[in-house]
């Protein structure tokens, strides 16, 4: 069993800056990729950043350029650094963990970006 938890959501106003963290714990294993997702209010879940194990990386063009992903492999810990944070940056943000077949997601942390 694997478990995610993230961290870090919260409001902030457009330009702002957030740091998203997300800790797994339970049966990890090292090769792995772990990333992050999000879904606004009535839109479907889409890939915001994702990060393998050996340091490949895949952003979402939407983001590249303002977010930034990062692992500490020792932690089980992947983070997601946000600046120039934007209205349609809106939404949940989930942890995500792949391990060949294997796919689990976290319960989502909030971002909302308002003034």
């Known amino acids: 069993q694997v478990r995610l938890v993230e961290s870090g959501g919260g409001l902030v106003q457009p330009g702002g800056s957030l740091t998203l963290s997300c800790t797994a714990s339970?049966?990890?294993?090292?090769?792995?990729?772990m990333g992050w997702y999000r879904q606004a209010p009535g839109k479907q879940r889409e890939l915001v950043a994702v990060m393998t194990s050996g340091g490949n990386t895949n952003y979402a063009d939407s983001v590249k350029g303002r977010f930034t992903i990062s692992r500490d492999n020792a932690k089980n810990m992947v983070f997601l650094q946000l600046n120039g944070l934007k209205r349609e940056d809106t939404a949940v943000y989930l942890c995500?963990?792949?391990?060949?077949?294997?796919?689990?997601w976290g319960q989502g942390t909030l971002v909302t970006v308002s003034s």
């Open positions: 339970g049966s990890i294993f090292s090769r792995n990729r």
């Open positions: 995500n963990y792949v391990l060949g077949s294997l796919e689990v």
